[in-house]
């Protein structure tokens, strides 16, 4: 048997998540990397890049907007963090793991986007 593993966390796939392909060479051939369900959701992650597509925005345009959007998100953590005494809520609980998933996802895009063709 075939053991996939994501490229994103390494884990081997138990199930089937996502394929992307890097942009096409000189020859027409394109690398393919497999994501596991957990690193890869497709909603959260592409509509804001598919706006930023949309505006005739470059490739580097969109990696310094999900860089930005990483550095906010990182900083609303490190706010949370600061009210120790909030960490029994689980709304607290529920943003700071809502905040990381996010950070996780586009860490994993902006790793991609860095691949070599």
Known sequence: MLAVTCY????????????VFGPPDEHDNVKKYHLCVECF???AMVTPLMKLRDRGTTPSDILNYM???????????????KWPESRQSPSWANAMQSLQIRVEEYQAIIKIFRLPA
């Open 41 to 43: 959701n497709p909603t």
């Open 67 to 81: 860089e930005s959007r990483i550095a906010v998100w990182k900083s609303s953590m490190d706010e949370l963090r």
């Open 8 to 19: 994103s966390c390494h884990q081997v796939l138990d199930v089937p998540g996502a394929l």
